[in-house]
C-alpha cells in the first residue's frame, strides 16, 4: 500500500532529522513518508495524538 505524505515546515524539518517527534494534524495513525520543504526527509509513525515519531531518518548529505 501507499504510506501517506506529510508536509512539515523547516523548524519542523529541524526538529524531526535530529530524532524529536513533532505534532501534526489531519492524519491518520500509522506510518508516513515525511517531507521537509519538498525534500524527503525518512519515515515516521503517526500516533492518534498527532504526534509524528520519526522511525527511519534520511541523511543530510554535506550538513553537520
Known amino acids: 500500500g501507499h504510506l501517506p505524505v506529510v508536509e512539515i515546515d523547516d ?8 530524532g524529536q517527534s513533532i505534532g501534526v494534524s489531519g492524519f491518520a495513525p500509522g506510518e508516513g513518508r515525511v517531507y521537509g520543504v519538498g525534500r524527503f526527509l525518512g519515515l515516521g509513525r503517526i500516533e492518534a495524538d498527532g504526534l509524528l515519531i520519526p522511525v527511519r531518518l534520511v541523511a543530510e548529505c554535506g550538513k553537520a
Open 11 to 18: 523548524d519542523q524539518r529541524r526538529r524531526f532529522s535530529h
